[in-house]
């Protein structure tokens, strides 16, 4: 429909800050930050959306954008903000397995990794050149997500980890160009998600694993009386 | 006019030596003084020789003496073994005039005479050793040099410190020779001859195992991690004039000799250059990082040998890699790169010694932290520590600079490789060694700012006073050079036919004169000129004294905590308490150990896995005589086997 | 030369815009935009006091900062590009000649024997040697993108091509701008306002000068700040540059440069405001974001 090279362009920006807000959520430990961060995030996202919406025409994209901006970037995180009022928590300063330096390095090593396995065998399916660079970035970006689930001890940061993997699953998905696909996918992940929820049902939202051990004792005095 | 040249510098060190040895039991000072103004003079005739060659190009050979049918002391020097030569044979002037101040203050009369008689056994067959043809040459000299250089280590040997760096030296001296002489016999076989030439035609799998082996023969000697732990002991437990040629020439041969072998006789692989270039990053960083944390001067210094010669590698691995690829100009930017760093480092790291031993003289101690204030009692070796400060912290324009510029020019350049994963490397690479090039400056700011600034830390280093004159010399000579060396880099690059894409640096330092005369005549006219003294500010406290200053360990602190995991310093902590609720504290102890990696996890075990063994076997020859004719009816019966099955 | 002598002249303004900016943004009216030079002014009517502890280092230094920083302006064409010549503008020799000020500097701040140039010196050589690395993969990043190596050749391409909308360009941009933040002691990692605890990096180092040397010292600070600035802009925005030295196009790069680094300076001093200075040890954390940022374009250079 347009010009091709600007919409190109404007995408690969929009990577570009999109990988950005990964980089800080992994290492920032504020959690309003986290929040304001993880919303920029769908921004961002939904507007990737929009532009491939303007050059392709297909109206599932543009749907999807509307639909992420609803739900990710303003739901999401009213709803997550009116839980945090309710917190004692501020922060979340504990880390584990590796420091925010580590997660750092780690992640530009996995861009690469996924960068190298990918042109392995992503150039026979498609030679676009964004559809490479989106797959990447969309991978990365689940990776790093779920790097921040388990560097984290925190629930309610996980909980952000999850939603960031689940952010870049989207952005994967979004190059493949078929709606019951990424349905598909999502649904997988949403999978975990109940796990996760049944988990934070069971022990607060403002737990963190350490804490497990404690309560899951108390509940199995409550079971044996 | 050449051979009399050669000759004579060689007859000169030959006859120090001997009349040294035997004036050794009652010679004086006369002849002491006399010998090294000998030994000086014949550095310069051999100094004079090797320019000659240098800038001429031309070459030199000289048969002296044939052992047997193959085996025989020849020596050719080309233009690359002529600039190792010179090296040597300036360092080894410098040093001289120093030694004539120094030695005096050293042991005994018959240590002293001991001491010039090795020296020039030393520097004779180090520069024989580079000139050498054949590599039954080269091993000869380099076993008169390992030997000449123990005997210079042992030189206090009351103390207990010294014997040990000296055992371990010595162990760590003849694995480096066993890898070479291993290496120089593989080439053997497959040549022919012992001669140092092109080697073409073998197979793959000998050419790595031949590389492999000169690398750690000759990187053993060189203090490339992980084979370096015997360089901060040997250089710490000499004397200082020693430990300057040790550091300064002795491991530059070393580079001498890879140089040499890869460039002109083997045909190297691409994996070489990798391998090569992670060693060097590798020895460069972390020789930099337990530097920050050293207190002994010396030691400190010896660990910075160990990260320029990972650097000298960069640039060697840096140019294998390019050679590979058929970029012969980056390639021999990077070369030339690595051995000008060679030539500087040599020259800005013997001026260090040289002017640390200057200090531990006049202080009588090696720790810095007890130091303090000198600039003011030793001025001319204040600013000679100070200009090898700023040489080896590469900063422009003195020579330090020009050679890591090069090196940075050869890294920035590299994006034309195509393979993504070499780029990607060769990127990281260049990242830690301007890491390292950082950390260098720091650690030298500490180590100028501690010895030398404020006021003193202890007695002695309040009654230190000015060393004499040919201590001041013969660094100064150094100095001179290396302002000369970094400011004419370019003028006597492209004199010798190498045009690089390097900054003229005379215009730079031109520039950098005008605009400080500029400024200062600004200055002058537009401010006020009167100053005075007064205290410095404490915050309150009227009576400042050397308490208060910022201690070296204080100094490297942050950077000890940001690289924490590198260090792992292991706190120990026991206490004892006298009640069982653990609150009267009565006793405790605490044990701060800094992790050893190389030590505990490499050396002690490989050490005691050999001790096991050679007690094993010792302990089969301590039977009695029935179990040795078993021995030897054993060895019959296998040797009548091996023959009829071979025949 | 004419780039020294607009550069040298203009910094104090620019270190007074962003003072201005903090002030509005503290609901305070703010010292006048002219107040550096007044102050710079007032000092070197001064007289000069030395500590008894200290050597010729401390004399020296001042010197060898304003020269040293001087001398890394030519390499920076903020007005106008000049021609190649005997290897100005290469683009290590800019850094190390930075980081031969910044050496003397810490060698003066431990020459008085107080704990506060001590602490200074440690500090300011710890994060110069952890940032250092940032700051040479920023700059191998420019010269991969722009395919060489010295300053006055990467403004001509930037100059001729549009990077703007290049995402490299964000990215290296982002990494410039800490870089700046870092290198002209701002908040998060120094506080330039006062000079006691809270703000051991680069103020503590200046505590012993005074007089005259205190405003050299001053001048080189700014001097320096105006030199990062001006390499941020001109990669990012190089409208306004020119290569031909003609009296009105150079005039237009005047106001152009004066326009795009007061707005530079406003969002320097509004970043400051939202921000308060981090801890000490989680400033590493910050320059592996910068590194992140600028090694991310290293492989999107290779993704192409």
């Given amino acids: 429909m347009m010009n091709l090279p600007i919409p190109d362009d404007i995408t690969k920006i929009l990577f570009v800050l999109v990988l950005a807000t990964a980089a800080l959520i992994v290492t920032v430990r504020t959690l309003t930050s986290l929040l304001n961060i993880y919303s920029i995030q769908s921004w961002f996202i939904a507007a990737v959306a929009f532009v491939l919406y303007l050059k392709n025409g297909s109206v599932v994209l543009l749907l999807l954008a509307i639909l992420t901006v609803a739900s990710k970037a303003f739901m999401v995180p009213y709803v997550m903000r009116r839980i945090q009022k309710s917190m004692h928590l501020k922060r979340d300063l504990e880390f584990r397995y590796l420091t925010p ?7 530009t090593a996995m861009i690469f990794l996924v960068y190298w396995s990918f042109s392995k065998f992503l150039p026979e399916l498609s030679s676009d050149e964004l559809f490479i660079f989106g797959a990447v970035i969309g991978v990365s970006l689940a990776l790093m997500g779920m790097m921040v689930i388990f560097t984290r001890k925190r629930m309610i940061t996980k909980i952000l980890g999850y939603l960031t993997m689940e952010n870049g699953v989207l952005l994967f998905s979004l190059f493949i160009a078929e709606l019951p696909f990424i349905i598909e996918l999502l649904i997988v992940i949403d999978l975990v998600m109940l796990i996760v929820l049944a988990t934070v049902l069971a022990f607060g939202i403002d737990s963190s694993i350490d804490e497990f051990h404690t309560k899951l004792n108390s509940f199995t005095m409550w079971f044996k009386e | 006019m050449m051979n009399l040249l050669f000759i004579c510098g060689l007859c000169v060190f030959l006859g120090i030596t001997l009349a040294q040895m035997i004036f050794a039991a009652g010679g004086s000072a006369v002849t002491r003084r006399f010998s090294l103004w000998a030994m000086l003079g014949a550095n310069l005739l051999f100094l004079a020789f090797s320019l000659i060659i240098v800038l001429r ?62 020296m020039s056994l030393f520097i004779l067959s180090m520069l024989l050793l580079v000139a050498a043809d054949n590599t039954f040459c080269l091993l000869f000299f380099w076993e008169t040099m390992s030997l000449t250089s123990f005997f210079m280590v042992l030189f206090e040997r009351e103390k207990a410190d010294t014997r040990k760096s000296a055992m371990f030296y010595f162990v760590m001296t003849q694995m480096s020779t066993t890898f070479l002489m291993f290496a120089f016999i593989a080439i053997y076989h497959v040549t022919g001859s012992f001669d140092i030439t092109a080697v073409t035609g073998v197979s793959p799998f000998l050419k790595a195992v031949i590389f492999l082996s000169l690398f750690i023969g000759f990187g053993i000697k060189a ?67 337990y530097a920050l944390k050293e207190h002994d001067i010396k030691k400190l210094l010896a660990y910075h040998s160990i990260e320029n010669i990972g650097i000298i590698l960069i640039g060697i691995g840096l140019y294998l890699i390019f050679q590979s690829y058929g970029f012969t100009d980056l390639a021999m930017l990077a070369l030339i790169g690595s051995l000008f760093h060679t030539l500087n480092h040599a020259l800005f790291k013997s001026l260090l010694f040289l002017t640390t031993g200057s200090v531990v003289n006049e202080t009588g101690t090696r720790n810095i932290e007890k130091m303090g204030g ?72 500490k180590a100028f700012g501690i010895i030398f600034l404020a006021t003193p830390r202890s007695e002695e280093a309040k009654k230190a006073k000015e060393v004499s004159w040919y201590m001041i010399a013969g660094p100064a000579v150094i100095a001179a050079l290396c302002m000369l060396l970094g400011i004419f880099s370019f003028q006597l690059f492209s004199s010798q036919g190498f045009i690089l894409p390097i900054p003229n640096m005379m215009f730079i330092g031109l520039t950098l004169v005008v605009t400080l005369g500029l400024v200062w005549l600004l200055m002058r006219m537009i401010s006020n000129r009167t100053t005075r003294t007064s205290e410095t500010w404490g915050c309150g406290i009227t009576s400042q004294n050397s308490k208060m200053e910022y201690t070296a360990s204080g100094f490297s602190e942050p950077i000890l905590t940001i690289f924490r995991p590198i260090y792992r310093t292991r706190k120990n902590v026991e206490r004892t308490y006298h009640d069982g609720g653990k609150s009267i504290f009565k006793d405790g102890t605490a044990e701060i150990q800094t992790f050893k ?30 179990t040795y004719i078993l021995y030897s009816f054993g060895a019959v019966v296998i040797l009548i086997l091996a023959i009829g099955w071979l025949v | 030369m004419l780039n020294t002598a607009f550069i040298v002249l203009i910094s104090p303004l620019f270190v007074s815009l962003i003072k201005k900016v903090k002030a509005f943004t503290q609901g305070r009216q703010g010292p006048p935009l002219l107040q550096t030079y007044y102050i710079l002014v007032k000092l070197l009517k001064k007289e000069r006091v030395y500590s008894n502890n200290t050597s010729l280092i401390i004399r020296i230094t001042p010197y060898i900062n304003v020269v040293c920083v001087i001398v890394a302006s030519l390499f920076v064409p903020v007005v106008y590009i000049p021609g190649l010549f005997a290897g100005f503008g290469n683009v290590i020799l800019f850094l190390y000649l930075l980081v031969c000020a910044k050496f003397f500097m810490a060698l003066a701040g431990l020459d008085a024997g107080s704990t506060f140039g001590g602490m200074g010196s440690s500090r300011e050589m710890t994060f110069s040697a952890v940032i250092e690395p940032v700051i040479i993969i920023v700059f191998a990043a420019l010269g991969l993108l722009l395919k060489t190596t010295n300053l006055y050749e990467m403004f001509a ?15 290296i941009s982002l990494s410039l701008f800490i870089i700046l933040i870092v290198e002209s002691s701002r908040i998060p990692v120094d506080n330039p306002e006062t000079h006691l605890e809270l703000t051991m990096i680069h103020e503590t180092m200046l505590l012993e000068y005074s007089g005259p040397d205190l405003a050299m010292m001053e001048m080189a600070h700014a001097v320096k700040q105006t030199l990062l600035m001006a390499v941020l802009i001109n990669v990012l925005f190089p409208w306004g540059l020119t290569a031909a030295p003609d009296v009105l196009t150079i005039a237009i790069s005047l106001t152009a440069f004066i326009a795009k680094a007061a707005i530079l300076a406003v969002a320097v001093g509004i970043f400051e405001s939202l921000f308060a200075k981090s801890r000490l040890f989680r400033l590493p954390n910050l320059f592996m974001l910068a590194f992140f940022f600028s090694f991310s374009t290293i492989l999107f250079e290779l993704l192409k």
């Fill in chain 2, 223 to 289: 203090g490339v991690m992980p084979f370096h732990k015997w360089l901060p002991y040997a250089h710490s437990a000499s004397p200082s004039n020693i430990s300057a040629l040790m550091s300064g020439v002795m491991i530059k041969v070393a580079i001498y000799g890879l140089v040499r072998y890869l460039v002109f006789v083997l045909s190297p692989d691409r994996w070489w250059g990798v391998m090569i270039l992670i060693f060097g990053t590798f020895s460069a960083l972390l020789g930099v990082i």
């Fill in chain 2, 597 to 626: 990696l190389f030590e505990e996890r490499i050396y002690l075990p490989v050490a005691h896995f050999v001790l096991r063994l050679s007690t094993y076997v010792s302990n089969l020859h301590d039977v009695d005589l029935d």
């Fill in chain 3, 157 to 171: 391409m930037s100059l001729k091509s549009s990077l703007l909308i290049n995402p490299s360009t964000l990215l």
């Fill in chain 2, 374 to 445: 000198l600039i003011k009692v030793m001025p001319y070796t204040g600013v000679l520590f100070l200009i090898g400060s700023i040489s080896i912290a590469a900063l422009p324009p003195f020579n330090g600079f020009v050679s890591e510029l090069m090196i940075f020019q050869a890294f920035l350049q590299s994006s034309i490789i195509s393979n993504p994963f070499l780029k990607i490397l060769l990127f990281l690479g260049l990242s830690l060694f301007a890491l390292t090039s950082a950390l260098a400056a720091a650690c030298f700011v």
């Fill in chain 2, 57 to 118: 190009n031309t070459t030199f050979s000289y048969d002296l003496y044939q052992l047997s049918d193959t085996l025989r002391f020849s020596f050719s020097v080309d233009r690359l073994a002529a600039y190792f030569m010179m090296i040597i044979s300036l360092v080894s002037a410098a040093v001289c005039l120093y030694s004539l101040g120094y030695i005096e203050h050293q042991g005994s009369d018959t240590g002293k005479n001991f001491l010039v008689a090795t």
């Fill in chain 1, 101 to 107: 330096i580590g997660s750092i390095l780690v992640g």
